[in-house]
DNA sequence: CCAGTTAGTCAGAAGATCTGACCATCGTCA
DNA sequence: TGACGATGGTCAGATCTTCTGACTAACTGG
């Protein structure tokens, strides 16, 4: 959509790098220790899936995708054994995508691997930087994540 | 992959909401100013078009797509009359794609608005903040981007 | 208890991306 | 200089992702 322009990247394609660099890493990481399904788009999803469950409709719109893609993706998801669908004591409607037991054992590989990630960059920027990396980020995100 | 975990937000998801946010404002007003074909994935590809044209494999690994998909997506390009193919003067199996007219009023319209939306961010967190956010990203993107 | 909203599903189509096979050209080294 | 591995690119086919539109069931406020 831009254009590479030398050394005055454009800030949102200098947030690019990181992101897809952590993706691709958690990816490769998760696959190699054994959970070799998993694509991608299911991954995104799964990320989002809170502490108590989440609901599909919550998923969809914090992935900014549609519910049916979000449902598709849970249903591949529930498949492999990464989550399961429970209902919603609050409303008979609803029913809440939560973490199973393949999917914790995932979330364990994928926090350490993040805390890796995390450290490597601490260490390349150093203590102090990161910390203001972080600050502006999380400043930032108030205008440009309309789900906080 | 993750999981949300309240305030200490991992890094690289911090950095994905302000590439988002850029992704969808650009390709929402280059839509609304007339170029309504352009697929999200025809538009990463696309600006990773340098000002003399660039291979087809080296647009391929700079948006980590295989060579296939990435010819896809140029013959897409090229039909809605954004780019052109031309032979690689300096290698006859080669050809560059550039950037054709219609795909030069483009770049103007994104290049327009990727500089408001900074501008914005600018305004939100402060000259300095900006200008530290953009160096710590530009010395992460040492380790995050294969392609420098 | 009706009307409008919300949660989720079903069906079908379009897009994006991949793997594998293939051809032409390049570069190199014997 | 000529054979051979590497590189640039395409073709074909399959799979995955995502969307639009239509629908059912359940909630909620008057």
């Known amino acids: 959509m831009a254009g590479p322009d030398g050394d005055h990247q454009n800030l949102a394609l200098l947030c690019f790098y990181p992101h897809r660099a952590m993706e691709a890493r958690l990816l490769a990481t998760v696959a190699a220790e054994g959970f070799d399904d998993l694509t991608l788009a299911q991954a995104r999803l799964a990320a989002r899936i809170g502490p108590s469950g989440t609901r599909l409709t919550d998923l969809a719109e914090q992935a900014l995708v549609t519910k049916q893609t979000a449902g598709h993706l849970v249903d591949q998801l529930q498949r492999a054994g990464y989550v399961r669908r429970v209902p919603d004591p609050t409303d008979a409607r609803a029913r809440l995508v939560q973490i199973a037991e393949r999917g914790e054992q995932l979330v364990a590989v994928a926090r350490r691997v993040e805390a890796e990630v995390e450290a490597e960059w601490t260490a390349h920027l150093g203590e102090e930087a990161t910390a203001q990396l972080r600050a502006a980020l ?8 309309p789900y906080r």
């Open 138 to 145: 999380t400043r930032l995100r108030e205008l440009t994540d």
